[in-house]
């Protein structure tokens, strides 16, 4: 199966950003999604890009986060902007088995990397 890894993460001011990436062990032909949890919440989908590029996102985070892949290096990106407190969470990217669908659902994906923090501070 391939390994997901997810970098990136760490502290930043409320309005600032941050870049996560996630390289893949191998090329997978998938839709590539975000997701994150927040404790004591359920697991949220930010972001997907599908195996020709298009991308969703949520509309909690439209407009201050973008998803793009870079296929030669079988990475995917997180750009987020304008970030705020309520987008503290753990951060997961993962890989399921319907590449041009673009879904925002957990239970859509069949492989998860081991997340990587961001904490807003206000």
């Known amino acids: 199966q391939v390994q997901l890894v997810e970098s990136g993460g760490g502290s930043v001011q409320s309005g600032g950003s941050l870049r996560l990436s996630c390289v893949a062990s191998?090329?997978?032909?998938?839709?590539m999604a975000w997701f994150r949890q927040a404790p004591g919440k359920e697991r949220e989908g930010v972001a997907v890009i599908n195996s020709v590029g298009s991308t969703r996102v949520a509309d909690s985070v439209k407009g201050r986060f973008t998803a793009s892949r870079d296929v030669a290096k079988n990475t995917v990106y997180l750009q987020m902007n304008s970030l705020k407190p309520e987008d503290t969470a753990m951060y997961y990217c993962?890989?399921?088995?319907?590449?041009?669908?673009?879904?925002?659902?957990?239970?859509?994906?069949?492989?998860w990397g081991q997340g990587t923090q961001v904490t807003v501070s206000s």
């Open positions: 993962a890989s399921g088995p319907l590449p041009l669908y673009l879904l925002l659902t957990a239970s859509d994906y069949n492989n």
């Open positions: 191998q090329y997978t032909y998938s839709a």
